[in-house]
């Protein structure tokens, strides 16, 4: 027997320096020891929980390792080299080996200096590199300074015994710990032990299966020539790391884009960007180096315009506000730097202070100061100026409460959110008793934080002196914070790694792990779902590694191209076997009773389809083979991959509206007139009525359009009628376009043009040479002196032209500084009141007089004299600027009053338009319909603002100011008519017999993104019903001999988004979809200039975009539903097939079948149900023998309460598959799916009339509900159909059997019971023989089914299915559900966890399918919280 002196590693020797290893008192726990004694035994990865004490089994090996080395004396230098990836965890490992060991240790990263010579480490030579390696034992370092030392042959790799490898998760690509393992390790000839440490080997997002968690983890292996290892015992770990569960605050998603804001910090970076490129063409001469220069100007003035408006996004205005400031201080420290292209680097901060400025014109006032004790959050986060995610982190650090020994980090993505968070948290008094800090990744760029600093904060941190630390990634990289109480992820972990590392943050009992999710975000919550699943596939993989296996696989360092296949759905041209037709039915297992191995994997695959073919037809479900020679020949190209897809936006224009084109011109016009009358709720409100005047003659539906606006407490009633046509004279002409650019543009617009600040002088408009008037977009709107008779009131529009005459001679129209007494009237008089334009006597009532300032180019009315207010009075404003409103007059606008005793004038002013589309009196309507309460109010008590001027700077208008009343309505007005003329342009394209009602037609194609009361959901939902209907009789008619397999792939073919996305798209669909809100401050009439343009940079110079790759993206960061000036828009993909299904509804609805398929024709779907082909499928089902089941047949008939002309399709409809071998020859199938077609539209149709006042979500839960085999095999028994079946199965037989039983005495579980289908199909099948042999009847069928599928589901009994109730439910409360699940047999077993304040409940439920099993999981939840929570 070996000594224990003798052997390898001698057991007692081992045994007995343990308890010395540790120089504290505290003995290694047990599973340090286990990983210990493995990674002596072999190369060993320890997948430990951050916290879990690595680096003292690291330490413990290096002093075994060392004790070995001083026991055998060798000729060779040997090291011990402790690698870690970041300067932090090399200097905290450094600190753990020195002060556990007696041995010499040192570190090195870039940053170290030599004391002798002060030479960074990567300037060392080889003599230093030697003077380090002979004083030292164990050397700590960065990959990157070992590698580069054995590259310049300052290191022998020999000499290195040991190599431990911190974070060894990076090992990988082109990372220096992989390049020291090729270009080193395996290339030695005396390889070191190796021992990495991870929390997490798996470092992507998540891993889609086992096997590619284990594909990743055995690469780690390979690369390192290491075996991963974990403790089996879990709680061992658990009782040292004491890690916290994950609790989820949810925060509701932002409610204001700021997309104006956004579009002027472009159009700013774009400007200085161009500027850049002016000055980098210029010293190109001059500089070599200048392109490479002003490329790195130009990446930073992107990097910035990002920064701020990431913020802008997810912080709030308030930070993108701090965010913009610590950017200006970077770049104004950058500047100092730059040497010869300073003025080139001062361009970045001249758009920084160009941002700022934007950003703080859209604050309030005092916006410094909203910070302060017993600020509104509420109504912060309503105007955008912290986002609902900022406030619901305010509110976590409330809950926090006054916490003495409270020590919080908030994980965030970005650096700048750090900095501004700190910024911002700095700032609110409610939450100044914590002491906040952050940190971020070492200084390489300006952004980031010394490494001083670095050390400092964290100091601070351990120590209590921060409480709040807002830190990047750099903090879950080992970093030592063992005090940690609370991790809040304010940005989801990215990758697994990420997450498993911020875990480990939390190691005080008590700890809290607090994930920030968007509520009812989808992709947030399927992100953290795939980190979690990952997770536990990566422990579960690790700990089922045999501890006794040593061998590794092979690393392969080879590089290999990526290859990436697609999968694609649809037909195979693979002959039709039994494999197949089977490839997604069955699939062979090794645990599936149908297995059967096989030395060649396609016969294995024959073999287990048709073993499950045989049982699938046992039991009804019968698959028919693949054929692919019945193809549709209608289309004959096969679409994008991605085409019809929600995922893909494309770009497209928009289809002009011709009603609003004209091509006269100043010479004179013929028009037609079209009278709008407005009639107030408010009896004594009075409008004035208008004429629009358009080219082109509307439809009468158009023209007849009435409809209600909203104001603030009242409403207007609108109504359009046809006044013939009339003719304009070249005088007429032009007095129309004075009245249109005066009122337009002085009421929504603006009068003047440029400024003093600015290049182009400031000028009045209408003097100018703006183009204002375009022949693509022109009519008039003028007013009325009366409307029956009709007249225009001339008189009115002359004083326009009068006031404009005016403007243009008076100083102000020009860049002149002038007092106003050089266009007074009667200086000398003291009773009258002294007007721009003209003296109105001081007793004469100016109540409601029109006016126009003539220093702003703003048009008000007068509300009263202010008899007590002059000019000389104390201003109203900021007073510490402006002393009276005559010195207000003088500094802001050069001014000198000549009339400062003068009464002030209180005036109304209205200059911005509204959307009155909407109802605001409180009751929650919406053009007619009920919404969410409250969703509308506004408050109706709110106190009118006056401006306050002086009379000598108003220019009368002898205009009534009902017209300006109504004016104000017209941007609402005009784009619900010009809404409609688009519907009824398309109408006549399609070119109907029939005379749809253009409401249908907008309905039809208006998109929910619009914010309309109504949008094309309801009806693509019935469009998509009739289209599955013809195509489906249309099929069955015209292919008598295809079976239902055949039938279904072609109706797929044909009723696929994609196929409808390209029909769309030939007929030019996509230009008439309105994507777009209705923005009445983007709204322009013809004669205006816009106010807030939106150039095209989409590099089209036509209003049509082709339909190419060009224009297409898969990019989530782009905006669809804003046009371009050019009518350039992104339009989601899927929209524009689910446009084609809602036309189909709206004519179906509009005009029945025979309008549904005209319009189907129109788009290039044939579809012909001609009488003679059902009276084939007649003559066809007339010849099956049906007098011996004659008196089954009567039966039914008796039941149905019809009798069927043709016997033999009743025959067909009760006869399954497992007897078709009786004689007959036929089965059920082909009339299943006819009559699955038509049932789908009967229920639709139904539902969508029955119930017109329900949104289209809970439309389609009803259906869901209603159309079902559940449903249906439920009614069949009811009505004791099921026992009507012809079949020769005794499997379908006993599911039958038990199925009825079930019904029999427990029907109110139903759903935790799957109906078999055959009894469902049988519903259908009759539904398809009684539609056959009624010719097409829908009526007569729905008669009939109707009785026997009732009682028909309503929305106050609509139940939703378990796992959808259980899910919603969870959301309003903030829960997070865990499912987990797993084979059981043939079947599956799924697990519900569901983490209560004081519970843990656990769910399960089994069935041959997940979703089967899953729903009655989430029935047994439920049950559990209705005991525990009564209130649910």
Known sequence: ???????????????????????????????????????????????????????????????????????????????????????????????????????????????????????????????????????????????????????????????????????????????????????????????????????????????????????????????????????????????????????????????????????????????????????????????????????????????????????????????????????????????????????????????????????????????????????????????????????????????????????????????????????????????????????????????????????????????????????????????????????????????????????????????????????????????????????????????????????????????????????????????????????????????????????????????????????????????????????????????????????????????????????????????????????????????????????????????????????????????????????????????????????????????????????????????????????????FVLPLESSDPFKISWKEIDSCVSAIEFVKKSPFSRAEKQSVDSVMIDAESTNMVHFANRDVHKDDDVTNVVVLAIHTGKIYSIFKVAKDETADSPFDGDTTKYSSFKDYFKQKYEIDLVYPGQSMLLLKQSHRSHNLLVDFNGEGILHGKKIKAGSCKVNTNRQMCYAHLPPELLVIIDARVDIVKSLYLLPSLMHRLESFMLASQLREEINSQINIRLSLILEAITTLRCNESFSMERLELLGDSVLKYVVSCDLYLRNPSNDEGQLSADRTWQVRNSTLYDLGINRRLQSYIREIPFDPTRWTAPGQLPLKPCPCDHGVETIEVPNDATYHTEDPKVFSGRCCDMGHRWLVSKTISDCVEALVGAYFMGGGLNAALHFMNWMGISCELHPSRVNEAHRIASLHAYTPKLDVLQSVESKLGYTFAVKGLLLEAVTHASYQDQGGGYSYQRLEFLGDSALDLLITWHLFIEHSDIDPGELTDLRSACVNNESFSNAAVRRNLHGHLQYRSSALQTQISDYVKFLATDSSTLQTRKAPKAIGDLVESIAGAMLIDTKLDLVEVWRIFKELLSPIVTPDKLELPPYRELMEFCDSKGYFVKDSCRSSGDGVIVELRLQLEDALLVADGTGNKKKFARGQAALKMLSQIEVRLPFF
């Open 1 to 779: 027997m070996q000594s224990p002196e003798s052997s390898e590693h001698p057991t007692n020797t081992l045994k007995r320096n343990l308890n010395t290893m540790m120089t504290d008192r505290q003995q290694p726990t047990s599973y340090l020891v286990d990983v210990f004694n493995m990674a002596m035994r072999r190369n060993t990865i320890a997948h430990l929980d951050t916290g879990a004490e690595k680096t003292t089994i690291a330490v413990m090996i290096v002093k075994e390792i060392a004790t070995s080395l001083s026991k055998h004396i060798s000729d060779q230098k040997k090291l011990i080299i402790f690698l870690a990836p970041t300067f932090d965890l090399v200097e905290q490992n450094f600190n753990d080996v020195r002060g556990k060991t007696s041995l010499l240790v040192d570190f090195y990263h870039k940053s170290k200096v030599t004391k002798i010579d002060g030479n960074h480490v990567d300037e060392w030579d080889a003599a230093t590199w030697e003077l380090e390696t002979n004083k030292n034992q164990v050397m700590v370092m960065t990959p990157q300074v070992l590698l580069d030392a054995l590259r310049n042959g300052f290191m022998n790799f020999e000499m290195i015994c040991l190599l431990i490898i911190d974070e060894c998760h990076y090992a990988g690509g082109d990372h220096p710990y992989a390049s020291i393992m090729k270009d080193f390790y395996f290339n030695s000839v005396n390889k070191p032990k190796v021992f990495g440490m991870t929390s997490s080997p798996v470092t992507k997002k998540g891993v889609s299966s086992d096997e590619d968690c284990e594909a990743q983890i055995t690469t780690l292996e390979s690369i390192l020539d290491s075996l991963i290892y974990t403790i089996q015992d879990g709680t061992k770990v658990e009782n040292v790391t004491q890690s916290a569960s994950p609790k989820y605050s949810f925060y509701e998603p932002r409610k204001v884009d700021f997309e104006d804001l956004k579009l002027k910090l472009k159009c700013s970076r774009l400007k200085f960007e161009v500027q850049l490129l002016q000055m980098q063409v210029t010293l190109q001469t001059q500089y070599k180096d200048s392109d490479q220069k002003h490329g790195i100007l130009r990446g930073r003035l992107s990097d910035d315009h990002a920064k701020i408006t990431y913020c802008i996004d997810e912080l709030g205005l308030l930070c993108a506000y701090e965010a913009v400031k610590i950017c200006m201080a970077d770049t104004t420290k950058a500047i100092e730097k730059c040497g010869f292209f300073q003025e080139s680097c001062s361009k970045c901060v001249h758009f920084l202070e160009e941002a700022l400025s934007i950003i703080e014109n859209a604050l309030p006032k005092g916006h410094e100061n909203m910070f302060n004790g017993g600020c509104e959050f509420d109504t912060m986060v309503a105007a955008g100026y912290i986002s609902p995610k900022l406030y619901e982190l305010f509110k976590l650090f409330q809950l926090f409460g006054g916490a003495t020994k409270l020590s919080s980090i908030i994980l965030v993505e970005k650096i700048t959110t750090a900095k501004v968070l700190d910024m911002i948290l700095k700032r609110v008094a409610d939450l100044s008793h914590f002491e906040a800090s952050y940190l971020t990744a070492n200084a390489t760029c300006v952004d980031e934080v010394s490494t001083k600093m670095q050390k400092e904060t964290l100091e601070y941190f351990r120590s209590g002196k921060v409480d709040l630390l807002f830190a990047t990634g750099v903090i879950e990289e080992g970093i030592d914070l063992p005090k940690c109480s609370t991790v809040v992820c304010f940005d989801i972990p990215k990758t697994v790694r990420s997450n498993a590392q911020s875990w480990g943050r939390v190691r005080q009992s008590g700890t809290r792990f607090i994930f920030m999710l968007e509520r009812n975000n989808e992709e947030q919550r399927g992100h953290v779902c795939d980190i979690l699943i990952s997770e536990h596939s990566m422990s579960d993989y690790t700990k089922k590694q045999d501890p006794d296996t040593c061998a590794v696989k092979p690393c392969n360092f080879k590089e290999t191209k990526s290859s990436y296949v697609e999968a694609t759905r649809g037909a195979s041209g693979t002959p039709a076997d039994s494999s197949v037709s089977l490839v997604h039915y069955a699939r062979p297992r090794a645990d599936d009773p149908f297995y059967r191995p096989s030395s060649s994997s396609s016969l294995s695959k024959q073999l287990v389809c048709l073993e499950a073919s045989k049982k699938a037809h046992q039991i009804g479900d019968h698959v028919p083979p693949n054929n692919e020679e019945n193809k549709s020949s209608k289309i004959t190209k096969e679409p994008p991959p991605t085409a019809g897809t929600t995922r893909r936006k494309e770009l497209h224009g928009t289809a002009p509206i011709r009603a609003v084109s004209a091509t006269w011109s100043d010479d004179g016009a013929d028009l037609y007139a079209y009278i709008i009358n407005f009639t107030c709720s408010v009896v004594d409100i009075k409008f004035s009525s208008l004429v629009l005047l358009l080219e082109s003659k509307l439809d009468d539906d158009v023209a007849s359009l009435e409809m209600e606006l909203y104001l603030v407490s009242k409403s207007v009633n609108c109504k359009v009628s046809s006044s013939g046509k009339l003719h304009l004279n070249s005088e007429q002409v032009t007095k129309g376009k004075c009245f249109q650019e005066l009122f337009f543009n002085g009421i929504f617009g603006k009068l003047y043009v440029g400024s003093k600040h600015s290049e182009e002088p400031r000028q009045f408009l209408l003097a100018s040479d703006k183009k204002l008037w375009n022949s693509s977009y022109m009519y």
